[in-house]
């Protein structure tokens, strides 16, 4: 057995030599450039949000290989060198005012199940970046070569309650929209019951996830009222919506609803994915069936 072993490592460590662990690296890294649900790689289709509102972006850092590498060398955030951290996320720094609360995330991730580390000062960004990429790998959803920072989308806490650890929970709807025939396929609401409920487990957060959708009777507003409200607005829009051609087949694009702050209120577009890259994808639905994925 132990000769067995002795035989395996020895192909392991030939075949993996540190030329070959850095081209996998470097294709690795190309690979995630490339990735259609990283931030630059969808936002830029966009030529005019119409009547939808948008957070203003304050930075769009793209890393370089080199300093993806740099930035994970380690998974151990005491032995993080935060100098060096910083000196990558200089750029992006930079264009940052001391004391401003910021919306982050690295290029397809934004770690909102731990929201707290979603929203960033000049002061602590590399960390909470450090924490959103490492919560990024493993759950594997790709986004480490860049950063995107956006303007905070703040709340009134006496009206808007949270989740997830600073989370205010508003409505939202996810809309599965065909990029060639510029047509809404199909509607969900993003906190749909039965599929988010079983999965809050913090009994905080499920309380305030009940009282969201009026199982206790005692919110004034009608989430599905709401919704459906938001919904038909959406839909009466979504043409105003006009993208360059670039992105092609169904995409989902999802939507919250501001409506407790006077200066926020409106409908914003805050993400988008392909389609089978999404929750509530559904082929069955789609008009023109899996060819138009």
């Known amino acids: 057995m132990a000769s067995n072993i002795s035989d395996i490592m020895k192909k392991f460590t030939s075949y993996y030599t540190p030329e070959k662990l850095i081209e996998l690296s470097k294709s690795s890294y190309e690979d995630d450039r ?126 808007i309650p949270t989740i997830y650890n600073g989370m205010p929970l508003r409505e939202e709807v996810r809309v599965f929209y065909n990029m060639e025939t510029h047509q809404i396929e199909y509607v969900v609401d993003y906190w749909d019951y039965d599929y988010c409920e079983p999965n809050i487990k913090n009994k905080t957060d499920n309380i305030v996830f009940n009282w969201f959708h009026n199982k206790f009777g005692d919110r004034k507003e009608n989430h599905r009222s709401i919704l459906n409200t938001v919904t038909a607005q959406i839909k009466n829009d979504i043409n105003t919506l006009k993208f360059d051609g670039g992105l092609k087949g169904v995409w989902s694009i999802d939507f919250m609803y501001v409506n407790d702050l006077d200066e926020y209120k409106g409908i914003w577009l805050i993400d988008m994915a392909r389609a089978h890259r999404s929750a509530y994808y559904d082929p069955e639905k789609l008009s023109g069936g899996k060819n138009n994925e």
């Open 34 to 159: 490339n990735y259609p649900e990283n931030f630059s790689n969808w936002y830029k289709h966009i030529v005019d949000f119409g009547k939808f509102r948008h957070a203003d972006i304050i930075s769009n850092q793209i890393f370089t290989f080199d300093e993806t590498e740099a930035m994970r060398d380690t998974d151990v955030i005491d032995k993080v060198d935060w100098n060096k951290y910083n000196k990558i996320l200089e750029p992006t720094i930079n264009k940052m005012s001391g004391g401003r609360l910021y919306n982050i995330k690295n290029g397809a991730y934004s770690n909102k199940f731990d929201f707290n580390t979603s929203i960033a000062t000049k002061s602590d960004i590399a960390k909470q970046l450090w924490l959103i990429n490492y919560n990024s790998t493993m759950f594997d959803t790709g986004g480490y070569t860049e950063l995107v920072v956006r303007e905070f989308i703040p709340s009134d806490p006496r009206k």
